[in-house]
């Protein structure tokens, strides 16, 4: 891992790092897909012409503590550069994931779903890549999440067969959750659902 990375809850204080971490992974969305309610056709103009909406949602969630923006970030050595974020809200807050086609239905997601949270999205910086920051920030969710209330956190990440950009693992690479101990409740690849207990 990278020497001296710290995983901290995010907080208004991160505003600026966050930003700066988007802007340098060449993510418009910030972390706002999930809670978009257009078609797929409006979220991709969104993202090519209004990212600034984007990310003024954001903010405003970060300021206010919604769970829209809740998770965690990855801090450098100097505690002041983001080069992470993971997203880890509450099922609920996230439900347009398991709406997707993919997941809509599926017996594992059936029966009590308080205190689950998803892991829904992960972001490294790409001069920090490869060096284990998704999986310190995974393993960050297992120590932090509890004090929000989670008793259960679940991932949807790919597993792809053959090798893809790090931007198509956005929702975190698979190997991130298993060495946290996520074991997998839905196989379906290159899309297995993985959960671990609290």
Known sequence: MSAAITVAAAGPEHLAGLEALFEAAGTPCYCRYYHFGGTNNEWLARCSDGQGENRREFAEALASGSDEARGLVALAPDA?????????????????????????????????????????????????????????????????????????????????????????LWTGPASAFTKNGFVEVHAFEPYPVLRRAL
């Open 80 to 168: 002041t550069h983001v080069v992470g974020w993971l997203k880890v809200a509450p099922a609920a807050a996230v439900a347009k994931a398991y709406e997707r086609r993919l997941y809509k239905g599926l017996p594992c997601f059936a029966g009590d779903r308080a205190g689950v949270f998803l892991i829904g999205c992960a972001v490294v910086h790409p001069a920090h890549r490869r060096r284990g920051v998704a999986t310190a920030l995974v393993a960050g969710a297992v120590e932090l999440a509890p004090a929000w209330g989670a008793r259960a956190l679940e991932a949807l990440p790919r597993r792809p067969r053959e090798p893809v950009s790090d931007e198509e």
